[in-house]
Every structure is written in structure tokens, then in C-alpha cells.
């Protein structure tokens, strides 16, 4: 007998509330009983990105929603600055420049946070730049970054500010319209507590001007059709809608906790995870004042095999957090405090990763973690 404990930061655990939602009959698309849900969801949505304006919903992970945005935005040969510090920032450059956009780039050493100045610098350099790409909490390395600052620089250009919060919603503090961000894109399975399979857009008028401009291809993710549908509470094509049913009930809960609430005690959560981890003998990677409160990285003693711990954690106690990507592969672990986990199951990982490198020979007092742990709290 085996139980699991899924602590990454994606896809994270659901409540049951949600996961019972998704075993129901499934309605079809085009009926007002689903109108009715989907309606509820949009409306949801608003609520959770801080926006009157537009929202769809894709059936999609988050990179759909991310692919979305430059293809409805940018049009071959645009100018785009893509201000990344991981690996999540480094998708945008990707997608980008299959979009044959022309792409200048800053690159934030990872661990550290984009720094809004040289945004500021960028767009003062290049006045044709049609908009900026870059990320709310990036995970590969537990940053946040400081949208209210980038927005602000940001509004005063004609560029559009195009945010990944694919991680960051619902859990880091985000107002999309009073920071105005123009681009918003997410995904359901992170603070949203629902199964990975819909993303998000939220996007404002700023943006739709771009919209209207855009020649590159796209026929699935055009916002226009998205746009034409939500009067008639539907989607174009069809819509995962079991996600959808499920989601209804996760933004109940939400908006039932309030958003205010739910960013207090992540951000509780994560000061006590840094603790804890400090008191595992071990160096945080993020630097403390840009680490991101959804999840805490770790940094891992080079005698330590990163994806080995991470392997035989979940092999032996069924507790799932994740190694480090790309550049970080072996040399970091990263646990997840966000939408449905709460203190206990952070507990548990605390205390599966102490058995792990205590077993590797690291040098720890048993108990100290989650004691450090537990006193934050
Ligand atoms: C910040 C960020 N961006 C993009 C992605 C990619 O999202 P997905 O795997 O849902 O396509 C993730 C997922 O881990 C993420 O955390």
C-alpha cells in the first residue's frame, strides 16, 4: 500500500469537492445548462486575474495559452523583448521566434529577478518594440518577479506587457488591472486546484489593438472567434468541459477563502518552507528577497545527486517534488506550497527530505526542519 503525496509545482493536488465534479454525467457544449457553468467560470476568472476586461479559457496546458499570445499578437518581423531569468522566461524567446518575431532579450541571472530598469532601457532604446514577454513566478528557479514595477514602465510605451502567470495565479499576488499588465495567460493545474488540461488568457483593449494588427496564422487559438463565443456562454470548438464543471467548484472555494486570505497564508507557508530548508543544512536558491511564495528552491551540496533524492523520495514514500531544469538538472530541488497543499503535507516533504539526505550522508539534526518549520508558522 502506497500513499502520494504530490507536492510540485505542477500539477498540484485537487481537493475532493473539484475531483467530483469531473466524475459527472458530461454536458454537452451547446446547451444553457453548460452556458450556465461556463459563464460562472469566465466570471470566475475575472475575479482571479483582477480584470473587468476579457477572459477565455482554452483546453490547453498553460503553454497553449502562452503560444496563443504571440500568435494573436505579434506578426512576422515585429520587434519583441523577452526579459526572462529561467527557464519559463526562456520559453517566451522560443515560441517568439517560431513566430519569426525579431527578438532582443535580457537575460537575469538565474536566481535572481528581472531587473525593471533594464526593461525601461530596452524600450527607451527601441521605440518599435510591439510588446514585452516575461514571467510572474518562474518556476524552474522560485522567483517572483515585479510586475506593478514593469507594468508601470510598460504602460507608458506603446508596447504591450504580455505576463506568464502560469504558476503565480491565485497564489502570488496579482492585479492585472490595477498593475496594467495587458496579457495575462495561465493554466488550471498550479493555485487554480484542478486538473492540468485548460489555460487562461486575460487581455485588455491595449492589447486587442495588436490583435487587430497581427497576420500571423492561426485558426484554433484566434481571440476574435474566442471573443464572438462569450456572448453566447460557449467556446468555438469543444471545450474539455468536465475541467471546466471541475473548475466552477475550485473557483467556489476560492471565492469563498478570498484571494486577500489565500495570498497571506501562501506566503506564511513559503517563509516557513525557507526555514525549514535552512535548517536542513541546505542554501536557498532563489535569493531570499525575489523568492517567490508558491514554491521554495533549494540548492543541493555537490556530493548530493539532485535527481536521485528527487527519484527515491518519490520511489520509496510516494512524495512527489521536482529536481531542478535544464542548467539546474542534479543541483536543485523545488517544493511546491500552493492552491490545495497546506502545512501538513509541506510537513511531510520536509521530513522525506531530511530521510533522504541524512541517508546521503549529509550533515542534519533529525526533527530540526520542520521544527524551524513549525515555529514561523
Ligand atoms: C511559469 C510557467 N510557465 C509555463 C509553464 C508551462 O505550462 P504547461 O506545462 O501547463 O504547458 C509552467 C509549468 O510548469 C510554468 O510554471
Redo the contacts with the bound molecule.
Sequence with gaps: MKKYFLLT??PTPIPPEVAQKESLPILHHRTSEFGEIFNEVIEGLKYVFQTKEDCFLLS???????ESAVANLISPQDDVLVASC?N?GD?WEKICKIYKANVTKIDAEWGTAVNPQEIKDKLEKNRNIKAVFT??????TGVVNDLKTIGEIVSKTSAVLVI?????LAGQPLFKDEWKLDVVVS?S??GLMCA?GL?FIAINQKAWNLVEKSTSPRFYFDYKLMKKSIPKKETPFTPAVSLIVALAEAIRIIKKEELENIFKNIEKLAKATRAGVKALNLELFAKEEVACNVLTSAKLPENIEGDKLVGDLRKEFGISIAGGQDKLKGKIFRIAHMGFIDQFDVIVGLSGIETMLKRAGHNITPGKAVSAFKEVL
Design positions: 509545482p505542477g490547453s496546458s498553460g503553454t497553449g495559452a502562452m529561467g519559463f520559453r514571467t510572474h513566478t518562474e518556476t524552474s506568464d502567470a502560469i504558476s503565480g493554466g493545474q498550479k492540468p489555460s
